[in-house]
Every structure is written in C-alpha cells, then in structure tokens.
C-alpha cells in the first residue's frame, strides 16, 4: 500500500459498499444516544430552573439528532441497539456541562472528519454528516452560553 492509500485509509480496488458505512453509524448512534441521556440527568441535577429548561432544550434538539441517526441506519438494513453507555457524572453543574460541550465537540469533530472520507462516494451520508455537524454546531453555542453564566470567574 503507497502513502496516498494509506492517507486516504483505502486499499485499490477496495469497494466502499453501504453496509461498511452501518458499523460507523451504528457508533455514532450509540454515542448520541449515551450524550442525550447524559444533558438529561445533567438537566435534573441543575441548580436552578433557567439552567435546567436550557439542558432540557439542548437534550430535546439531542433526540431529534438520535432519530436522524436512527432512520438512517434503517433505512441501511441495519438495526438499532437501543442498550446505551453510561454517562458522564460531574462534582457540579459547570462540570456536568463542561462535559456535555467536549462530548458535542468531539462529536461535530468526527461528523467533519466522516464527511471528508465519504465524499464524494455517498452523498447522501455527506449531507447528513454535515447536517449533523451544523446541528451540533448550534447545540455547542448552546452550552457554552450555559456554561458561561454557570462559571462565575467567566465574566472576570
């Protein structure tokens, strides 16, 4: 295998069929799921209501991103596994939220990264990458903000 196939991570010849692409969204699945849970019980344990309506929006736009995931992978022929990781726990509420904006990170991180390998292969799978990543992208600001006004040297 010469440099350019072992950067682009593809043998010659090697075929990219669609059931190649179900292991990585069935991953992606099981980490937005583990996230979801994770903003709910970090929405439970809030301090304060403002705090809490907040992680519970930001949870249900985490849903509506489970259930993209979800169709996709039916529509695929694969099934989903509804059995999720534990989440994250934090000493306090900054924490808690800290975490869920590096897993929400990461997560458009990997979006981006899983766009430039599929394209131009499965546009479709593209464009739901780069939704996913514009949706994440959103939820990031969202948490942010809440970890802004729960971090009370952020405005030093």
Same mark, same amino acid.
């Given at each position: 295998?010469?440099?350019?196939? =072992?950067?682009?991570?593809? &043998?010659?010849?090697?075929?990219? +069929? &669609?059931?190649?692409? @179900?292991?990585?969204?069935?991953?992606? !699945? &099981?980490?937005?799921? =583990?996230?979801?849970?994770?903003? /709910?019980?970090?929405?439970?344990?809030?301090?304060?209501?403002?705090?809490?309506?907040?992680?519970? %929006?930001?949870?249900?736009?985490?849903?509506?991103?489970?259930?993209? @995931?979800?169709?996709?992978?039916?529509?695929?022929?694969?099934?989903?596994?509804?059995?999720?990781?534990?989440?994250?726990?934090?000493?306090? !509420?900054?924490?808690?939220?800290?975490?869920?904006?590096?897993?929400?990170? %990461?997560?458009?991180?990997?979006?981006?990264?899983?766009?430039? !390998? =599929?394209?131009?292969?499965?546009? +479709?799978?593209?464009?739901?990458? =780069?939704?996913?990543?514009?949706?994440?992208? /959103? $939820?990031?600001?969202?948490?942010?903000?809440?970890? $802004?006004?729960?971090?009370?040297?952020?405005?030093?």
């Amino acid at each position: 295998m010469g440099f350019w196939e =072992r950067l682009i991570g593809a &043998r010659p010849g090697e075929e990219k +069929d &669609r059931q190649r692409l @179900l292991p990585e969204l069935l991953a992606n !699945y &099981r980490a937005e799921a =583990r996230l979801a849970r994770q903003i /709910r019980e970090h929405a439970a344990h809030a301090p304060h209501q403002a705090g809490a309506e907040g992680l519970r %929006a930001v949870a249900e736009e985490q849903d509506r991103i489970v259930q993209l @995931l979800h169709d996709k992978i039916v529509a695929l022929g694969g099934e989903v596994n509804h059995k999720v990781a534990p989440p994250k726990g934090g000493k306090n !509420y900054w924490v808690r939220i800290v975490l869920d904006l590096e897993d929400t990170l %990461a997560l458009r991180r990997r979006y981006n990264e899983q766009a430039s !390998y =599929r394209d131009p292969d499965f546009p +479709d799978i593209v464009a739901l990458y =780069r939704t996913l990543e514009h949706k994440k992208a /959103r $939820l990031s600001a969202l948490l942010r903000d809440l970890a $802004l006004r729960a971090d009370p040297h952020a405005l030093d």
